[in-house]
């Protein structure tokens, strides 16, 4: 039996501004209950914008939701006009960063490389990466998919110490399941969630391999958690357009309930 505590993470993306974040938070907050806390770790990932008021609310309230950036840049400080940094993430008390997502892999060609540098700036900051990754459509229908997704984390985890690997949370994405209402199907999520465990058992331990999270990512609903949950190698959800409705990131939360 797994002692990993779920994790259900809401990636709003580009949706909800400050205003509109701080009501969000507080609709979270005011449906969950200490025994939903107890039995899983709930963590909302807003846009930049919003992570001050985010903040302030959290710690005003003392609120046990977690929350996160969406992106980081690679550098510290310096001349890289648009891009947020580590030391600035962990002054607003960040607790994960996603790295890799798949939109920006698609849209702003980040690439292996690139992800693996801004996993070790996030360590380096205190922040624990959410890292994405996840097969495109041909490639799956290549067959390809388990060698696709195990050369991005082999790329992403890179050089990585044991002590900072064995916190990183893996979020598997299919970028054919994200945004499509094409949920990928259980054991075909568990499938490839197995092979991240056993690339990280190979590339560290298989005790290390056991204390980490897999996530997976695509389509996540209320009507389809459970199922994706009772999956072994599965330990949480990285929630897009569901995570926009406070009633819905809930029930998602609640995936013993459904
Ligand atoms: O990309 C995702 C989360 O990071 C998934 O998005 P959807 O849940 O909207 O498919």
């Known amino acids: ?142 067959g390809n998919h388990v060698s696709h997704t195990l050369a991005q984390v082999e790329g992403g985890l890179k050089d990585l110490p044991a002590e900072q690997a064995e916190t990183v949370v893996i979020a598997y994405e299919p970028v054919w399941a994200i945004g499509t209402g094409k949920v990928c199907g259980a054991e075909d999520a568990q499938e490839v969630c197995a092979a991240i465990r056993g690339k990280i058992a190979e590339l560290y331990s298989q005790d290390l391999a056991d204390k980490v999270r897999i996530q997976y990512g695509g389509s996540v609903k209320a009507g389809n958690v459970a199922e994706i949950m009772a999956q072994a190698d599965i330990d949480g959800a990285l929630v897009g357009g569901a995570s926009l409705d406070a009633d819905e990131f809930v029930k998602i939360v609640r995936f013993r309930d459904q």
């Open 1 to 142: 039996m797994s002692t990993r505590t779920p994790l259900m993470a809401g990636n709003w993306k580009m949706n909800l501004n400050h205003l509109e974040a701080i009501a969000h938070v507080q609709k979270l907050a005011f449906a969950l209950a200490d025994k939903d806390y107890e039995a899983v770790e709930v963590a909302v990932l807003p846009p930049f914008t919003d992570l001050r008021s985010v903040q302030t609310l959290v710690d005003g309230d003392k609120l046990k939701i977690k929350y996160g950036a969406q992106d980081i840049s690679a550098h510290d400080s310096g001349a890289f006009t648009g891009e947020i940094s580590g030391p600035m993430l962990a002054k607003l008390k960040c607790t994960y960063v996603a790295i890799g997502h798949s939109e920006r892999r698609q849209y702003h060609a980040e690439t292996d490389e690139l992800v693996n540098a801004k996993v070790k700036a996030a360590y380096k900051h205190g922040l624990t990466p959410i890292l994405c990754v996840g097969e495109e459509l041909e490639v799956r229908e290549a």
